[in-house]
């Protein structure tokens, strides 16, 4: 079965780096298009950026444009985000899932990124 | 950016029907049948329940039913169940190549 398995979060200050990893298992992940999604704590999800099987394609959401960078080695079917300047709004969960058929389709359980002096 | 357009709370009683509308533009829920709806229980990962509109995944009962007009897609859930308490995210692609989510509706069962 599909199973996505988010790892790097944690505890950091504001202004530094942090890098996210997604790992994947159960499908061809050389053959789907990845999303990063966030949510901050008690509220809604907000989608983050999205890269293309190829890594031909990014886009991001302009809250995170010029900051992070979406990436991918799908040799070692693993999705990447690298998070730098970060800062006190960025502190959220942050899911990974699985581009499919116009929407996103398997979700992995998040990773918690805290930023905070 | 903004979010899409979500009624923050809808309730039904046990059995009944409630619809929840999803209000974008024609950048996004109106230009595209990329519309998909997700239910995310407390603690836990959202899960597609709708994609394209109106079609179901695999596994999602079919008291779940999705539909478009103009700008508004909407998500009905009929007969209402105790495990449908949750909260409910439509999302849409995007004219610039992005993806938006709603601001999320709380259902409630009464």
């Known amino acids: 079965q599909v199973q996505l398995v988010e790892s790097g979060g944690g505890v950091v200050q504001p202004g530094r780096s942090l890098r996210l990893s997604c790992a994947a298992s159960g499908f061809t992940f050389s053959g789907s298009g990845m999303h990063w999604v966030r949510q901050a704590p008690g509220k809604g999800l907000e989608w983050v950026a999205v890269?293309?099987?190829?890594?031909?394609?990014?886009y991001y959401a302009d809250a995170v444009k010029g900051r992070f960078t979406i990436s991918r080695d799908n040799s070692k079917n693993t999705l990447f985000l690298q998070m730098n300047s970060l800062r006190a709004e960025d502190t959220a969960l942050y899911f990974c899932s699985t581009a499919d058929t116009g929407s996103l389709r398997y979700w992995g359980q998040g990773t918690l990124v805290t930023v905070t002096s | 950016q903004s979010a899409l357009t979500q009624p923050a709370s809808v309730s039904g009683s046990l059995g009944q029907s409630i619809t929840i509308s999803c209000t974008g533009s024609?950048?996004?829920?109106?230009?595209?049948?990329?519309v998909a709806w997700y239910q995310q229980h407390p603690g836990k990962a959202p899960k597609l329940m709708i994609y394209e509109v109106s079609n179901r995944p695999s596994g999602v009962s079919n008291r779940f039913s999705g539909s478009k007009s103009g700008n508004t897609a909407s998500l009905t859930i009929s007969g209402l169940q105790a495990e449908d308490e949750a909260d409910y995210y439509c999302?849409?692609?995007?004219?610039?190549?992005?993806?938006?989510f709603g601001g999320g509706t709380k259902v409630t069962v009464l």
């Open positions: 999302g849409s692609y995007t004219t610039s190549g992005s993806w938006m």
């Open positions: 024609s950048g996004d829920v109106g230009g595209y049948n990329y």
């Open positions: 890269i293309s099987k190829d890594r031909s394609n990014k």
